[in-house]
């Protein structure tokens, strides 16, 4: 996908992605991170029910699709479902099924299809200054692993031993809180740090700010390497690794990337996202008639 829009990226002012829901938000995750310096708008879209059922939402989703992708003035990644324009690597999918499948929990919405199309301009990544160009992924050892209470002190051997894993995501209980009593844990996330290996610490909670640091225990993680998501998405935090060490970057440099905003994945460190009650006017909101 990422190779036809950038092969033919100067032939078209926009693109129009038709995708599976289940695996949507990693694709859009990744495509934000893969299309660098990008100035069009590529809508990724979907349905809940195929084309051919009587109450199918593919042709509304589609055809929103491409309202948006005509627009200038998008020039990101973006994620069209059940009305609403959604950053792509901010989005997850939250329902089976429901109509309104996906939620950007930690960013509002950029824009919204009605009686007319609203377009939150302030919300929207700022265009670009460099030439397009599209970057492979072809680095993809990156492990998650999910944080259960009363969890074996043991099960991180395997990934100690894996010569080939280049990132772990660890899924940790609300803002950051991890096991306190896991002497052995620790010591083997500190034999992958010291390996070069990137750990990122994720929230399970959809909509959280993971910090180490808020407590003790927690800022243990941090002194050995972890880094928080902040944020992020577990879906743009798998792509952003992957990215990152495609670019044939060095552990720590990739390490320092995954905690600052590349492509609007995350809130920037000590910064609030801008707040989906937020007065309208103040968003510079745009209005077009159809």
Known sequence: MAKAIGDNYYEYDGFVILHG??????????????????SKPVIVTGSQLPLFHAVSDARANF????????????????VYFNTKLMRGNRVSKADTSAMDAFSSLTYPILGQ???????FHQRILKPPRNPFKMQTITDTDVVVLWVIHGF???FLEPIVREPNIQGLVLMLY??????????????????LVDKGIVVVACSQCRSANTVLELHPVGKAYKDIG???????????????????????LPSD??????????????????????????????????????
Do not use: W
């Not at 055809?63 to 973006?78: D, I, Y």
């Open 21 to 38: 829901t289940d695996t949507m938000a990693y694709t859009a995750s990744a495509l934000s991170f893969m299309l660098e310096n990008l």
């Open 63 to 78: 055809l929103g699709a491409v309202t948006f992708a005509g627009l200038e003035q998008v020039h990101e990644v973006c």
């Open 152 to 154: 074996s002190d043991k």
């Open 174 to 191: 609300g803002c950051g809180s991890v096991p306190g009593k896991k002497a052995e844990f620790l010591g083997h996330l500190k034999e």
């Open 226 to 248: 972890v880094v928080a998501a902040g944020d992020m998405t577990v879906e743009a935090a798998v792509s952003k690794i992957s990215y990152l060490f495609s670019k044939n």
């Open 113 to 119: 299809l009605g009686s007319d199309i609203k377009l």
């Open 253 to 290: 440099d990739v390490r320092k990337l995954m905690s600052v905003p590349i492509r609007g994945e995350m809130s920037a460190p000590g910064v609030k996202h801008l707040s989906i009650d937020t007065d309208e006017a103040s968003l510079g909101m745009t209005n077009y008639a159809y």
